[in-house]
């Protein structure tokens, strides 16, 4: 398929199709569901979820092709008040994701309580030539009907003339809604990635994510906060998918917690991240993990490059980053 003037892409025998294609930041509180919702959105498991708040510390591109219209997604680090280096880069991420986009999509709670820090978030991000929000009212089946009436209502206060959709990331109610909403709102123009594609990270950042993600779901208190995956080895070929990860641990108790008596705590991590990652790749895995301690990592700012992660101009060490 052939692309044709700007804004329309060119089919079979001369036709002409009007194609829209934008960018999507997804935006919201920590633990609002924007990771689940994407993946739901898109119908592939590319951002990694989990119970616990702040699972999300990259952006992740997610991308939708439906008939005429791209839907490029930027599932972002939920938006906070950062504490720490990484919470300020992660924060940098989200900012990022924003000057980019041609939509916002807000997710917001339908079980939240507090409205407060959304509202200032919404003040900072959503002024100034911000494009027209998309607000989706998520976990409405842990909701009742007040409480979701009741955010709707705040929801068009907040972020005026926004399209307002309630929706269930978990059981899929409404999401059909959504994308409409979202297509409706994209501008013109030609398809920026191919029509099959859904994902333009590198294998290896999802490998390392698919890891941190287990971790999420096998520990508690600090040690997922604290551990940090990087794939030193990806090699194919063979009947096996040769994948070397490293997990970068704070503390000497940390790694002793990962890595379990005899070595049991590894394995089990080992087996179920690659079952994960098998599937992901469709092809069979030998994962071979190290745990090492690299003290204070997320406050050091050579750690954090060395991670990927871009770090804001002004930061002191020593003093919670703040806007």
Request: glycine share 10%; net charge neutral.
């Amino acid at each position: 398929m052939n692309e044709g003037p700007e804004g329309s892409v060119r089919g079979g025998e001369g036709e002409q199709r009007e194609t829209r294609c934008g960018y999507v930041a997804v935006l919201g509180l920590p633990n609002a569901g924007k990771s689940t919702l994407t993946n739901r959105l898109v119908g592939a498991p590319l951002s990694i979820v989990s119970s616990k708040a702040q699972t999300t510390w990259r952006r992740v591109t997610a991308i939708l092709t439906e008939d005429e219209s791209q839907l490029i997604f930027l599932d972002t680090p939920g938006l906070l008040t950062p504490g720490t280096l990484l919470q300020a880069a992660m924060r940098q991420a989200a900012e990022a994701a924003l000057a980019e986009a041609d939509v916002l999509l807000w997710v917001v709670e339908a079980t939240g309580r507090d409205s407060t820090e959304l509202e200032r978030l919404a003040a900072d991000l959503g002024r100034g030539d911000a494009p027209a929000p998309v607000v989706a009212l998520n976990k409405v089946d842990l909701a009742g009907a007040k409480e979701c009436s009741r955010w709707e209502a705040w929801a068009r206060d907040t972020f005026s003339g926004a399209k307002v959709v309630q929706v269930s990331a978990t059981t899929g109610k409404g999401i059909s809604e959504l994308r409409k909403a979202l297509i409706r709102v994209l501008p013109p123009g030609p398809f920026l990635y191919p029509e099959d594609e859904v994902g333009i990270d590198p294998i290896r950042d999802f490998v390392a994510e698919f890891i941190r993600e287990t971790i999420f779901e096998q520990y508690r208190d600090e040690i997922p906060y604290s551990s940090i995956c990087r794939v030193e080895e990806f090699r194919e070929g063979g009947e096996r998918t040769y994948i070397g990860v490293t997990v970068f641990v704070e503390r000497d108790s940390q790694k002793g917690i990962l890595v379990g008596k005899g070595g049991k705590g590894i394995r089990r991590l080992g087996v179920a991240a690659r079952k994960r990652i098998e599937a992901f790749l469709d092809t069979p895995v030998y994962l071979d993990l190290w745990v090492k301690v690299l003290p204070n990592w997320r406050r050091k700012k050579e750690h954090l490059r060395r991670f990927g992660f871009r770090i804001p101009d002004a930061h002191d060490e020593t003093m919670a980053w703040r806007n």
